[in-house]
């Protein structure tokens, strides 16, 4: 089991950047697929980014491509999320995710239902 806790958000204007990081608690932090979602006010919480376990593979949703990076460090059990040219529609609550994929092969994940640990959350508010 793994327990999961986002840091780094706060208020940035459009334009500006921003550094979400995950840090996870657990031995086995290089077998989680990660992910990157966030909820927006009155909106349903949407695929951000996700990440395979050796950081060789990466998806964006169309929203972020091109803007953020998401990233690991299985050594420091930590996944960050660059946030460049941001815009005030990236305002929004920013969760990370992941689940133990142990011998299974990886493969994208961009709905909440296909991971199994979620952190609290982290505010993200950009000013226009």
């Known amino acids: 089991q793994v327990q999961l806790v986002e840091s780094g958000g706060g208020l940035v204007q459009a334009g500006g950047s921003l550094r979400l990081s995950c840090a996870a608690s657990?031995?086995?932090?290089?077998?989680?697929?990660l992910a990157w979602f966030r909820q927006a006010p009155g909106k349903e919480r949407e695929f951000v980014a996700c990440i395979s376990r050796s950081a060789g593979f990466t998806y964006y949703s169309d929203s972020v491509k091109g803007r953020f990076t998401i990233s690991r460090d299985n050594a420091k059990n930590t996944m960050y999320l660059q946030m460049n040219s941001m815009k005030p529609e990236d305002t929004a609550v920013y969760y990370c995710a992941g689940v133990d994929l142990g011998r299974l092969a990886y493969s994208v994940r961009t709905k909440e239902k296909e991971y199994d640990y979620w952190g609290q959350g982290t505010q993200v508010t950009v000013s226009s």
């Open positions: 657990g031995r086995t932090f290089s077998s989680y697929a």
